[in-house]
């Protein structure tokens, strides 16, 4: 019985004498980040009309008529475009050929309006960051001009804007 007690005693000995190793390592990895743009559009303004011989003669400018922000990782550019030469007609009576260049779109704040075409023209450059990055978020302002060479009646066109990494 003494011998057992020994060799348990010697076996618990030499087990509680064990120190533990150390160990370091390391490891790599990739990590794809891609382009990331994103552009929200929000339109302040509802149906611009032509009420008095005024609005004829000067035209007619909106201020702020939509908000234009961008979130982006890479230098940015926004671009504007009609999507077509002529307003569409809405309405019985209305001249199928008012041009595109009737509208102007310009940044607030800026003295040039650029008149829509089916070109693409630029609006605004920026840098990388969020909406709240200086220069990211900006307000447009619009210009209609018809004058009297077209009839009465209600017009539609679509503008296109475009971001793309600059």
Known sequence: MRYVAIILFLT????A????????????????????LNLNFTNLTGVV???TPNDYFNGITVNNAATISVKSNVSW??????????????????SADMPSTVLGIRRNGTSTF?????????????NKGGATTSGNTFDIDTRLDPGF???G??????????????
């Open 17 to 36: 004498k064990a120190q533990p190793k150390s160990f370091n390592g390391s490891t790599s990895g990739n990590i794809d980040i891609f382009s990331v």
């Open 49 to 51: 009309s032509f009420n």
């Open 114 to 126: 650029l008149p829509m075409s089916v070109t693409s023209q630029t609006l605004k450059t920026g």
């Open 153 to 166: 009646g209600s017009y539609n066109i679509g503008v296109v804007f475009t971001l793309t990494q600059q």
């Open 77 to 94: 550019q926004v671009s504007i475009t009609a999507q077509s030469a002529n307003f569409m007609p809405m309405s019985m009576g209305a």
């Open 149 to 151: 060479g077209y009839n």
């Open 12 to 15: 618990v000995s030499l087990s």
